[in-house]
């Protein structure tokens, strides 16, 4: 089945930086690929996705690259800042006859100091 | 902003015992999702649900765990007879529709079975 890798799993970083986070992926058929943020009690809320169909996505400071080839797909923060501390999800998604199943990465923990 | 709710917030169990974990999704979807993260862990697939029937269920979702939509409103994940290792954060999602859609989250349940 499909198999998502995620890394780095804790990222520091200054206020202003940038931060990246990728993942690779390990089935061809997966098409869709969404990122989560999960701040410390709550559930995964969705930052942003990308289909298989388009290479890179940008919103506002967030921006998501893919490349098909090499199964790989990452996470661009710029300017970050402190409310940007999270841990960070990405997934991928097979579908089943239509239906949608997440496998997720491993996480990774960004810190923003101040 | 819609969401999707669960309850409770956190339950502790004993070992053996059955519980109901509870989930009201989001009122237009369609599509109906349990996940679970153990602690430090990544978030994993446990179900999908469509049209008052499994869609799909992973490896985890053995013969101690169902779920149901009893009412057309609330969607239960029951665990039978629960052991220790069951204990991890419970997620419910749903989505408007199937594959490639936005799943939202609830803010989940801490299950701890002693």
């Known amino acids: 089945g499909e198999n998502v890798e995620q890394h780095p799993s804790t990222l520091s970083v200054q206020e202003g930086d940038s931060a990246v986070i990728k993942c690779t992926y390990s089935d061809s058929a997966s098409n869709y690929f969404p990122w989560y943020k999960q701040e410390l009690g709550k559930g995964p809320q969705l930052i942003i996705d990308i289909r298989s169909n388009v290479g890179e996505k940008k919103d506002q400071r967030i921006a998501v690259t893919l490349n098909k080839t090499a199964k790989h797909f990452s996470l661009h923060i710029t300017e970050t800042q402190p409310e940007d501390s999270a841990v960070y999800f990405c997934?991928?998604?097979?579908?089943?006859?239509?239906?949608?199943?997440?496998?997720f990465g491993t996480g990774t923990r960004l810190l923003v100091s101040p | 902003e819609p969401e999707v709710t669960q309850t409770p917030s956190h339950q502790v169990t004993q070992m053996g015992q059955e519980v109901i974990l509870r989930c009201v999704p989001i009122?237009?979807?369609?599509?109906f999702y349990w996940y679970r993260q153990i602690l430090g862990q990544k978030v994993e697939f446990l179900v999908s649900f469509y049209n008052n029937e499994i869609s799909e269920k992973s490896e985890i979702f053995d013969d101690q765990f169902s779920v149901e939509r009893p009412d057309g409103s609330n969607f239960t994940l029951k665990i039978r007879s629960t052991k220790l290792e069951d204990s991890a954060m419970y997620f419910c999602a749903s989505s408007e529709t199937g594959h490639g859609t936005e799943a939202f989250f609830g803010q989940g349940t801490r299950l701890t079975v002693v």
């Open positions: 997934a991928a998604s097979i579908s089943a006859a239509g239906f949608q199943k997440l496998v």
């Open positions: 009122s237009n979807h369609l599509y």
